[in-house]
């Protein structure tokens, strides 16, 4: 994307993992002289109500422009404006590891659909019901290419571990003909 990366390693801890953000945003504040922070909730005010309070004792501005979207309509717009997105992660009744690698195409947000209805889970993921990571969208200068991945998986629950992954040139006759996520195995290894 062209911009800049600050990272800030975290345990994950729920409540804990705040300090963790406060703390990246307070650095990020100060490097790159940041005004405000934009979300991506869709519907979890755990979420939105958390970074919040951080931007507010930061003096930072939280923009939260997805915020009460229909989480399909938002899914089929990221697919229809060119998001290439996989499921890597799955904690909910209806997901199983057969979703691990999965692109999520219009095909896939059907039977996401279906299955949120049937098991009443949130469309969007907002739940933690699972995670998904994009491999190319309109604003990236190169796409990721997954070379090699491995599945983690317990009896309902799992995650997808990618081992290996390359940034790769985009357009051209190679990238159109390549898609990452589709040319993974059952298994989750490259093909």
Not at 76 to 85: A, P, Y
């Amino acid at each position: 994307m062209r911009v800049p990366l600050l990272t800030e390693e975290t345990e994950g801890v729920k409540e804990e993992e705040l300090e963790d953000l406060e703390r990246a945003l307070s650095k990020a504040r100060a490097r790159f002289d940041l005004g405000g922070v934009y979300t991506g909730a869709l519907a979890s005010v755990y979420q939105k109500t958390r970074v919040e309070r951080i931007c507010g004792s930061l003096g930072l501005k939280c923009i939260s422009p997805l915020w009460g979207i229909d989480p399909e309509t938002h899914l089929r717009r990221l697919v229809k404006e060119g998001f290439s997105m996989i499921m890597v992660s799955v904690s909910a009744l209806g997901l199983d590891q057969s979703w691990l690698g999965r692109k999520l195409d219009d095909p896939a947000i059907d039977e996401l659909v279906a299955l949120g209805r049937r098991y009443k889970f949130h469309v969007g993921l907002e739940g933690g019901e699972g995670e998904t990571f994009v491999l190319d969208a309109p604003f990236f200068t190169k796409h990721i290419e997954i070379r090699s991945t491995e599945k983690h998986c317990k009896a309902d629950s799992g995650y997808l571990e990618i081992i290996n992954a390359v940034l790769s040139p985009k357009g051209g006759a190679r990238a159109a003909a390549s898609s990452p996520a589709s040319e993974l195995s059952s298994n989750g290894s490259r093909l």
